[in-house]
């Protein structure tokens, strides 16, 4: 089972950009799909990007153009590059992990990002 790290966040002004890491400790990173989801205060967990074991990515519409994730298995990391930033875009980000066809998942404590001038 793995264990998430999340750091990157802190404040930066409107238009600025961040780049959010995740580590992850344990074994057979490369068989786990990971989500970074953000909680903003008074407001719903939302998915931000997914990324599959094989690389493929997907957004939420919020951030499609702003963010892009990645992945570095052999540093078992993933990444979040969010760009534009908006006041909107403050919140807990937090890391997910899941291995497809099992139960097992993982989150992370997350990393705070405050967009602000």
């Known amino acids: 089972q793995l264990q998430l790290k999340e750091s990157g966040g802190g404040l930066v002004q409107p238009g600025g950009s961040l780049r959010l890491s995740c580590v992850a400790s344990g074994r057979d990173f490369s068989e786990y799909a990971l989500r970074w989801s953000r909680q903003a205060p008074g407001k719903h967990l939302e998915q931000v990007a997914l990324?599959?074991?094989?690389?493929?990515?997907n957004y939420a519409d919020f951030v499609k153009g702003r963010a892009t994730i990645s992945r570095d298995n052999a540093k078992n990391t993933v990444y979040l590059h969010l760009n534009s930033l908006k006041s909107e875009d403050t919140g807990m980000y937090l890391c997910y992990a899941f291995r497809p066809g099992t139960r097992y998942d993982v989150w992370g404590q997350g990393t705070q990002v405050t967009v602000s001038s």
């Open positions: 990324i599959t074991r094989n690389g493929a990515a």
